[in-house]
């Protein structure tokens, strides 16, 4: 049962990053023509496109693809409490145990966009897409952190302080919403 728990949620995870990926990449204005902009896009526009004849954007944030993401939260959290027996089963609960799956699932991308990050500076020989969406994405959130503490010798301190920032944010909001 567990594996089985395991490879549900991944799954429902996984395709959740990319729908809060596509998000973030609109918001940060990131290149729509770069492939791995590209790849983002064709996994989520067959749900995306019919939302958006319904959803109007409300000025940079498109509101179809974040009602599609609140949807697979919900739809995680009922499946596996259907399957399992595990988590809420009215309406109210599975709307707002959603909503703090989607609100995990940010934390998480942002984590492993900024270690990705991080980790593709350190060995990157030239030109990669993929680096440069990443570049585009985490650029807002490091600037400012940067205008504080600049590099030094050459080492760029702005992620492992995003970093811990974003461990201090997770662990303050445990520690007041208890089934966060």
Known sequence: MNATYFLISTLFDLYLM???LRLWLQLVRADFYNPFSQFVVKATHP???PLRRILPSIGS???ATLVLALAIGMLKVTVLALMFGTGPVTPVAIAFSGAIVVFKEIFSLLFWVLVIRALLSWFS???NPVELVLHQLTEPLLAPIRK???PMGGLDLSVLVALLGLQFIQLLLQDLIPFF
């Open 47 to 49: 749900i995306v496109a």
């Open 125 to 127: 020989q030239g030109y």
């Open 18 to 20: 990319v729908v809060l």
């Open 148 to 150: 504080i503490i600049p």
């Open 61 to 63: 944030l498109d509101t």
